[in-house]
């Protein structure tokens, strides 16, 4: 999961029209047994404005479509009853609240369904905040006090300052919750699961990759110790740009390169080491300010 700034006052078309007002009285109205309709929450500006906020990419798990993993439009409080209250009807009044929207890969999105805990004590919204009648829209906002209050076990890379205080990476793309609401998310969006362990660990491995291939060629001398140092700073760098760029796992990317002597530069051969340290620290030396 990454941080993400979302503009909440830059609300798409789609979710202003008067057809979307009339389908959010609607909701008001049935409540439950509203039929929320896809082709509004999720019409396409609302996809491309997510698109945008999101680089493509999970709010979960930061896959893309490119990695086989459709896209769609996510309700982060459930529309719909909640999964660990039954006495809880669902937030059928954010069902086209786009501070409410997120972008989830399909896995995620059919993981995390309804379920929304709550930590203990914390008082739940069961009811629309109404001003004459209607919706009080200002009051629906995910930043608003008696949303916050609810303190939501489940993470929002939208709201939420400092992720990365959340979950700890290791070496082989593993993942676990460091707090209780980063443990929550890994479990309800299934972060752990073996795919994306993967998926994570071959950001690691394309970079160490890089680098045994050159080193084999300098052991079939093939290549000299300044080719090895160039094609060490060459997988550095990719791996940098992975978080710079945004890409698929950057989280993942930026953990691997605060980790760099440890993950690449101590598991290489002996006599490379001093090499891989100067290709390390070079790359350092022409970056603009600390990588953060």
Known sequence: MKKVTKDFTQIPASLITQRCQDLI??????KGAHDFKNGVYGAPDVRTALDAIYNEKCAFCES???AGAPMQVEHYRPKAKVTE???????????????NLLLSCSTCNNRKRNHFELDTGAKPQ?????????????RCLVTERPLVAELPKLLNPEVENDVRQ??????NGQIRGLTPHGTNTVTRAYLDRNSLTVARKNVLGRCLTMISRAIKRYYKGVNTMANVHGAIMAALDELLQVYLENEPYSEYAFHCWQNVPSYIIQVLPVQFQSTAQSAYQKILQALPGPVV
């Open 25 to 30: 009285a609607d909701a008001l109205r049935e």
């Open 64 to 66: 893309n479509t490119k």
């Open 85 to 99: 209250d039954s006495t809880h009807p669902g937030y059928y009044w954010l069902g086209y609240e786009w501070s």
């Open 126 to 138: 069961r009811k629309p905040p109404l001003r004459s009648g209607k919706l009080d829209k200002a």
């Open 166 to 171: 959340h979950f700890q990476y290791d070496s």
